[in-house]
């Protein structure tokens, strides 16, 4: 005698059925890389004052540090952000009518990172009053450094400085601490003044 199929037994095959159909129509793809979220500090700054013969304000969480440098002259030094794993690198000559031959250094000292720079670009700095004038290097892709800038006071003073990361270049996941020590940068160079016009 033949056997009537129940409700039952028809509810968990279909149920089987509508799940495995559902699972289906997700497809797994890999998702894009992300980069670690970055927490940055409020902007604070203190006076830089020394025997050098300028002064400027920094940030209060960067350290100064002498140079590293081999052939370092006195007013090298490092502002360092252990915490971000980079420094802005500043070094001070004195200019004795020698100045085109410095400002050549410095256009080759930033122009040598054309090979891996998708673009440069110069944004110069002019302040009469206080007798400094400069400009700010922006250099895009995936660079050793991501700012170079110099000032001079055309005479006697040059201070050139570059910004620097212990790491990788990788301009994407940089460029919120980039942009956050450009800012930095154009205040230590708004703030500068030549001592003896103290």
């Given at each position: 005698?033949?056997k ?18 559902c ?5 797994d ?14 902007k604070?700054?203190?006076p ?35 915490g ?7 070094s ?11 400002l050549?250094?410095s256009?080759?000292l930033?122009?040598?990172?054309t ?5 440069i670009t ?6 009469e ?33 570059s ?5 990788s270049?990788?301009e ?25 016009r103290?």
């Amino acid at each position: 005698m033949k056997k009537g199929i129940s409700k039952a037994e028809l509810i968990g095959p279909a149920l089987f059925a509508v799940l495995i159909l559902c699972g289906c129509n997700r497809s797994d793809q890999p998702r894009p890389m992300g980069y670690f979220r970055i927490d940055l500090p409020e902007k604070h700054y203190r006076p830089f004052d020394s025997v050098c013969p300028f002064i400027f304000e920094y940030p209060v969480y960067g350290l100064l540090k002498p140079s590293d440098e081999r052939d370092a002259e006195p007013c090298w030094f490092n502002i360092e952000f252990p915490g971000y794993n980079a420094k802005i690198h500043l070094s001070y000559k004195t200019i004795e009518g020698n100045l085109p031959s410095v400002l050549e250094d410095s256009y080759t000292l930033t122009y040598n990172h054309t090979i891996k720079a998708d673009a440069i670009t110069e944004t110069p700095y002019i302040n009469e009053e206080d007798n400094i004038y400069g400009l700010l290097y922006d250099l895009k892709g995936n660079t050793a450094t991501a700012i170079q800038f110099y000032v001079t006071d055309s005479i006697r003073h040059f201070l050139r400085g570059s910004l620097y990361f212990f790491a990788s270049p990788n301009e994407d996941s940089l460029a919120p601490v980039i942009g956050f020590f450009r800012e930095d940068i154009i205040h230590l160079i708004e703030t500068l003044e030549w001592r003896e016009r103290l």
